[in-house]
Nanobody
Framework: QVQLVESGGGLVQPGGSLRLSCAAS????????MGWYRQAPGKQRELVAR???????TYADSVKGRFTISRDNAKNTVYLQMNSLKPEDTAVYCC???????????WGQGTQVTVSS
């Protein structure tokens, strides 16, 4: 089992920045990829960004150039730096981890990000 604990959400004005953190614990050696998903009210959950153990990253087109995902393997933590935030970035952001061999998926509890003036 893997436990994920997020932090860093909040209220920010358009154009502002936030950094989300996701700390993993448990069977972390089984994790191959970690990332962030978000879900806005009335919308489907969507991938925001993910990073593999080798450091390969993937971003949603809507956040490219504004968001950066990174990981600190020593701390078993993944970060999402969000810059130039827009009102349409408002959503609950959830950390995700996966074992691509077994198909196991793990989710954090989610953190609210609200972009509003």
């Amino acid at each position: 089992q893997v436990q994920l604990v997020e932090s860093g959400g909040g209220l920010v004005q358009p154009g502002g920045s936030l950094r989300l953190s996701c700390a993993a614990s448990g069977s972390i050696r089984s994790i191959h990829v970690m990332g962030w998903y978000r879900q806005a009210p009335g919308k489907q959950r969507e991938l925001v960004a993910r990073i593999t153990n080798s450091g390969r990253t993937t971003y949603a087109d809507s956040v490219k150039g504004r968001f950066t995902i990174s990981r600190d393997n020593a701390k078993n933590t993944v970060y999402l730096q969000m810059n130039s935030l827009k009102p349409e970035d408002t959503a609950v952001y959830c950390c995700h981890a996966a074992n691509v061999l077994s198909g196991d998926n793990y989710w954090g509890q989610g953190t609210q990000v609200t972009v509003s003036s």
